[in-house]
């Protein structure tokens, strides 16, 4: 696999009434596989989100900062370097459909969807419910489809931060 995109409304943070903003369970450990699998090469992580569209980054991490999300979580985020993308109408117009890649969203339109079919590539977005399965980006990580477990190679500090040597 090649590319991650990544949306964070209702992927990796809550967005029902009651908990809006507040980071997703288990979102550390998720953050902790991408990062670590990011920094062994496996993928590259990109944003794919109406907090970034316009190539910038800056708004989005603003509005991670004005939200509930835990610190550690945010600081990884930082850490992460994830890429910011550029689209304007649709978040297909962003995706490399050249290159392998995993979508993770919960609201992709019906729009996005033909394009993803006429590419045939449909089963490369990974629709996630957080209201209906509190657990769902535990269920992914241990699906292996986000590559390797941190701790299995012995990960020092898999939960946060290695600098890369
Ligand atoms: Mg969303």
């Not at 809006?20 to 990011?38: E, P």
Request: proline share 2%; charged share 30%; net charge negative.
């Amino acid at each position: 696999m090649k590319n991650i995109y990544l949306d964070i409304d209702g992927v990796i943070l809550l967005d029902d009434l009651k908990n809006r903003g507040r980071g997703a369970l288990h979102l550390g450990f998720f953050l902790s596989h991408l990062a670590y699998n990011q920094q062994k090469g496996s993928y590259t992580i990109n944003w794919l989100t109406t907090h970034c569209k316009d190539g910038s980054d800056k708004r989005l991490f603003e509005y991670l900062k004005s939200n509930k999300v835990h610190q550690h979580d945010y600081d990884l985020i930082e850490k992460m370097k994830i890429r910011p993308t550029t689209w304007k109408e649709l978040k297909t117009e962003a995706i490399d459909f050249s290159e392998d890649f995993l979508w993770f969203d919960d609201d992709a339109s019906l729009q996005e969807k033909e394009i993803l079919y006429k590419h045939k590539v449909e089963h490369k977005l990974i629709e996630v419910n957080l209201q209906k399965d509190k657990n769902q980006l535990q269920a992914i990580l241990h699906s292996g489809m986000i590559g390797k477990v941190p701790w299995v190679d012995e990960y020092p500090n898999y939960l946060g931060w290695k600098e890369k040597v």
